[in-house]
């Protein structure tokens, strides 16, 4: 298959040779969920961690067909988070197969991203996503049983702690032992625990007629400030940029969101040196934009 160089090696980083392997079985694998799902007129878009396709079912309905090696680490969580959502505020999981890797899903129309609006309307993009946010489920999502399979914001942060228990960090400053400290603060006083989308942000929030709708959960559970987390080093072509908009981001979405503002830059912080961390598995040099926004929101 024509897949782009960038997708092979951002694949093979994180997946090493299980990775090359689902790479070369992508045409069958495909081929597979085209006729166990009924698909048709499957036009391959821009992919990022998986492999993703426009397609119709035998009734016409426009969905989306994503792929990604079985066993990638947000599959499941995924599945689980976006049937819990069951179309408020994000796309409707139309089918999964969450242990082979295969789900299907609702196709927002036009499909227009959010990051289309920033940098020009950034507080316009700020009101967007705080809308998107207080459509998605809630507290009481989480009795469902489907939520066991949502992992713990507790336990993405204890990336840090394994990476300064690593070899020799090229991070400056010991950002990353003061973003641990952090997160283990934020988590002692969080309140109760809600659904996270887990990677909400422009790119992942499309328009849907007349309204704008979420995609792409990684499906967590935890405190609900850390929700605005992601959106505030992005869009990422935006570069170092980006961290000239993370305070006034911070300001407008606590008070669109009711959230406290010291606990959204707070965890802003946090993921954005949680972010430097991985992309430390595709490139030896830190990523220099999500260190610009960690500066700026730093306690």
């Known amino acids: 298959m024509d897949l782009p160089a960038t997708f092979r090696a951002r694949l093979t980083a994180v997946h090493g040779e299980d990775g090359k392997a689902w790479l070369d079985a992508l045409p069958a694998t495909i081929d597979r969920w085209r006729a166990r799902w009924d698909l048709h007129a499957l036009r391959s878009l821009p992919p990022s961690y998986g492999w ?4 119709e079912r035998r009734d016409g309905t426009p969905c989306v ?14 599945a689980a988070w976006l049937a819990l959502a069951d179309g408020r505020g994000a796309a409707r999981l139309l ?24 940098p020009d309307r950034d507080e316009e993009a700020c009101a ?19 939520a066991a399979a949502l992992p713990t914001l507790a336990a993405r942060t204890t990336e840090l702690a394994d990476h300064l228990a690593g070899a020799a960090d090229p991070l400056p400053g010991g950002v990353v032992a003061l973003a641990d400290r952090v997160a283990r603060e934020l988590l002692a006083t969080a309140g109760p625990d809600v659904p996270l989308h887990g990677d909400l942000h422009h790119d992942n929030v499309l328009r849907d007629g007349g309204a704008w709708r979420a995609i792409d959960p990684h499906g967590l559970r935890g405190d609900p400030a850390y929700e605005i987390a992601p959106l505030l080093y992005n869009p990422l072509p935006l570069g170092p940029a980006v961290a000239t908009l993370a305070a006034g981001r911070c300001r407008r979405l606590a008070a669109l969101t009711g959230l406290p503002e010291d606990r959204l830059r707070a965890w802003g912080f946090v993921q954005a040196v949680l972010s430097a961390v991985w992309s430390l598995d595709e490139d ?16």
Do not use: C, Y
């Not at 089918?95 to 920033?118: F, I, M």
């Not at 934009?289 to 929101?297: C, F, I, K, P």
């Open 52 to 55: 993703v396709a426009a397609a």
């Open 95 to 118: 089918a999964s197969a969450p242990d082979a890797g295969a789900l299907l899903l609702e196709r927002l129309q036009p499909g227009t991203p959010l990051a289309a609006l920033v």
């Open 65 to 78: 067909l994503k792929l990604v090696p079985p066993g990638a680490e947000t599959i499941e969580s995924e």
């Open 128 to 146: 967007i996503l705080a809308a998107v946010i207080s459509a998605l489920p809630g507290p009481a999502a989480l009795e469902d049983p489907r």
């Open 284 to 299: 030896p040099e830190p990523d220099a934009h999500v260190l610009a926004v960690a500066e700026v929101l730093a306690p």
